[in-house]
């Protein structure tokens, strides 16, 4: 009873504050010009007041005039807290800018990139992750990060799978929910902002900005349930997306950014464009901006990053833009910017919380996590810390590579290179040898450019004989050697997709010389995406997946010495060939099934001539230090049960993993697909029963009426290590 009344009287308090925020906004409404209005509803970069004063720059200016309602990427407590006293203080109805920014995987304590935080399958870090990154940017005046991002990206030529959890509609549902809570849920709440809506990774052949085409069940069934999550979870911000939708661009889709959106789902949010994506449908082919804004208006975009496309809009179109402009001030509402435009930025916090020490421990624990454990013949890995170490390769200075794809925030002086990390930690115990040993690229402009394009300190030419004999004879001296290579930071995001997937030229030459010398290699895979390491697989003895972030040194020197176990997992199918993507394991049978490395070519079934089908190194993924055993899974009712046994030497955690496949649907339905994990850390010898409960609702589906179903009949419940090594148990399920 008491409880009834506590929750009668919360109803009573939301629905009273509601109309608070209406009665307020409409009085506000009736006040504002149009000019007002479209100023709110536009939103332009920032950077160029840092060196100027707030109300000489041009958004300064606009933001006086009342004609700015939003800011982008500009960095610095003091700078915004400026910006925002003209907009408060200057402007004819003082209305507070919302200051945004790409806070994608941390602010100044930078984890590790997205697709390596998703590789340690570890939720409660991921929502921790995203809780820190919060913390330090309200402190430094970011109200809105434009993250999660939560595209389900097959393909591997597609640099933004760096910024994304990878190809699981499953894992991404659960990584999207964690880090809206993250961002919207800790003691320093922002604004999240869900992207890119929608379908944005299916871009055709991984070339970013590409073509998207696809059929609204393949939509319904994996592409959108990420972005539904993190709605469903309480992001406040939507950003829609570059890419056409059935020949649409999102932007102006109504189908997407209304009916599915808002009708469907129950969005009451706001949504953003993506950078000047109104004014890049003149591009696409589809006529002026300014008929282009009116499309972009009526179909739900209601702020236009960038393209200064919604300036122009008639007043024809009023109650669209007063519907607009009403969401956007309903989320300035929300987070509290009329009752304190100041509330974001606080100088003092800055100093208590940015790149503390606290966060910094945290990055590094879950840095550690991140990697991935592809091979360690021999249990080559751990090392230890003794003799002559060599750490070779062109990322092995490079301080700006560091903070990996995406990060606007970054004070690049704070971080350790590679080489200054290994020193320190070997200090007085081993000795370190460092090398360069190769260009990146063999193309040194496109070198130069993936840095400076990115306002980073580009990785300088070498001369490559020079560089090469150098690596050698410093591998030569060595016990053990350690190869830093890979992608530079910039070489997977945005803009960058690569047509092969491999080592770059000039890296894998120097992999492969210093490999003849026959010195121990351990391989250190830096990358955004899934890599094709199929030489590497067969003559490197120890390969690990890194990822970028602040603390990557330390926390590279944790696991390759030994203090920490590997515990991440691939989220990404990495390929054998290039040729094989968009690779994933989750695909659909064919009428004519092969299975993944069955080594006989055949004519006339779904394989290549010239590679075994699925990936090297599967979804699901990962090697410790310890060895899991598995015994037999058992069913009772709808729960899977499996013992799990740690029969190494020494305490780890292991990822077991839960995948179904219906036997037989309406429609053709994936060979598995992941239905749950557990993370679960055993000592040496220990055991532990996992049990993971299905339920209808992990049973169904959409069919082709894009209807939700759950029928009948047998499903093959698999657990097991990864979405490779499985057993099975026969579910045969009849609803209630
Ligand atoms: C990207 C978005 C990003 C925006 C603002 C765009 O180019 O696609 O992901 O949030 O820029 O920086």
């Known amino acids: ?91 004819r109805l003082g209305i507070p800018l919302l200051v945004g920014m790409d806070v994608i995987h941390g602010y100044e304590t930078l984890f590790p990139i997205p697709l390596g935080m998703a590789s340690t399958w570890d939720i409660a870090a991921i929502e921790e992750a995203a809780r820190i990154a919060a913390t330090e940017a309200t402190a430094g005046g970011i ?52 992207k890119h809506f929608a379908l944005y990774g299916a871009a055709e052949s991984g070339r970013d900005y590409n073509t998207v085409d696809m059929s609204r069940l393949r939509m319904y069934n994996q592409y959108l349930p990420p972005y539904r999550a993190a709605v469903e979870e309480g992001a406040g911000s939507v950003m829609s997306s570059f890419n056409i939708v059935d020949g649409i661009p999102a932007t102006a889709n109504k189908w997407l950014l209304t009916d599915v959106l808002r009708d469907e789902w129950g969005f009451k949010g706001m949504v953003v464009s993506d950078y000047s994506s109104i004014s890049e449908m003149t591009r696409h082919g589809l006529g002026s901006v300014r008929t282009n804004a009116v499309r972009a208006l009526v179909a739900g975009t ?15 179109v009023m109650p669209y833009i007063d519907r607009a402009c009403r969401r956007i001030l309903e989320t300035k509402y929300r987070l509290g910017l009329f009752e304190n435009p100041y509330r974001f930025g606080d100088p003092k916090r800055v100093k208590k919380d940015v790149y503390s020490k606290k966060h910094r421990e945290a990055a590094r624990r879950i840095t550690a996590e991140s990697f991935v454990l592809l091979k360690n013949e021999g249990g080559l890995l751990p090392l230890q810390q003794k003799g002559t170490i060599a750490l070779i390769g062109p990322l092995v200075d490079s301080r700006s590579d560091v903070t990996g794809t995406w990060s606007f925030c970054q004070d690049v002086s704070k971080y350790e290179t590679l080489h200054e990390g290994f020193e320190r930690r070997l200090k007085g115990r081993a000795r370190l040898l ?20 990115h306002g980073l300190e580009p990785i300088p030419p070498v001369d490559s004989e020079s560089a090469l004999q150098e690596a050698l004879s410093t591998a030569r001296q060595a016990d053990v050697v350690i190869m830093a290579l890979g992608e530079t930071a910039w070489m997977s995001g945005e803009g ?95 009428g004519r099934p092969m299975e993944d490395n069955d080594p006989r070519y055949q004519v006339f079934s779904t394989n290549y001539v010239d590679v075994t089908n699925g990936a090297l190194y599967p979804f699901g993924y990962g090697l410790t230090y310890s060895r899991f055993e598995y015994g037999k899974p058992v069913l009772e009712g709808m729960t899977v049960s499996v013992p799990v046994t740690n029969t190494g030497g020494r305490e780890a955690t292991e990822v077991v993993q839960l995948y179904i496949h219906d036997r037989v649907a309406t429609i053709s339905r994936p060979r598995k697909e992941l239905k749950g994990f557990e993370r679960i850390t055993l000592k040496a010898g220990e055991s532990r029963q996992v049990s993971f409960t299905v339920t209808p609702e992990l049973l169904g589906y959409y069919d082709s009426n894009l209807q939700w179903t759950v029928e009948p009949g047998e499903f093959d419940l698999m657990v097991g290590p ?14 209630q």
């Open 143 to 194: 109200a809105w990060t434009f993250s999660p991002m939560v595209d389900i990206a097959l393909d591997a030529r597609w640099g933004r799978q760096a910024e994304g959890a990878g190809e699981d509609v499953f894992l991404g549902c659960q990584v999207a929910r964690a880090m809206v809570r993250g961002y919207e849920k800790g003691p320093h709440p922002m604004l999240s902002c869900v």
């Open 722 to 735: 990864d979405s490779r090594r499985l057993q099975s148990v026969t579910l045969n399920f009849q609803p």
């Open 302 to 316: 209601d702020m236009d990053m960038a393209a200064k496309a919604f300036a122009q809009l008639p007043d024809s």
């Open 496 to 590: 960058a997709a690569r047509s092969d997937l491999s080592l770059p030229a000039p890296q894998k030459k120097l992999l492969h010389e210093v490999c003849a010398i026959g010195k121990p290699v351990v391989l250190l895979n830096f990358a955004g995406r899934a890599t094709e390491l199929s030489w590497e697989a067969a003559h490197v003895p120890a390969i690990m997946n890194v990822w970028y972030g602040s603390e990557v040194a330390d926390a590279l020197c944790d696991v390759l010495f030994g203090e920490v176990s590997p515990s991440g997992r691939l989220t990404v199918s990495m390929p054998k060939a290039t040729g094989q993507e968009p690779l994933y394991y989750s695909i659909l049978p064919t």
């Open 1 to 91: 009873m008491k409880k009834l009344f506590v929750l009668a009287f919360l109803a009573i308090a939301a629905a009273a504050s509601a109309d608070t925020m209406d009665a307020f906004i409409d009085s506000l409404m009736a006040r504002m010009t149009l000019t007002e209005k479209l100023g709110q509803m536009t939103q332009l970069p920032a950077g160029t007041i840092q060196t100027g004063a707030p109300q000489e720059s041009e958004v300064g200016k606009l933001a006086k005039e009342g004609r700015l309602g939003s800011i982008l990427n500009l960095k610095g407590a003091e700078e915004i807290l400026a910006l925002q006293r003209v907009a408060v203080e200057q402007s």
């Open 434 to 453: 460092c090398a360069h040993g190769c260009n990146v690229l063999d193309n040194l402009a496109t070198q130069r450019e993936v840095a400076s394009g």
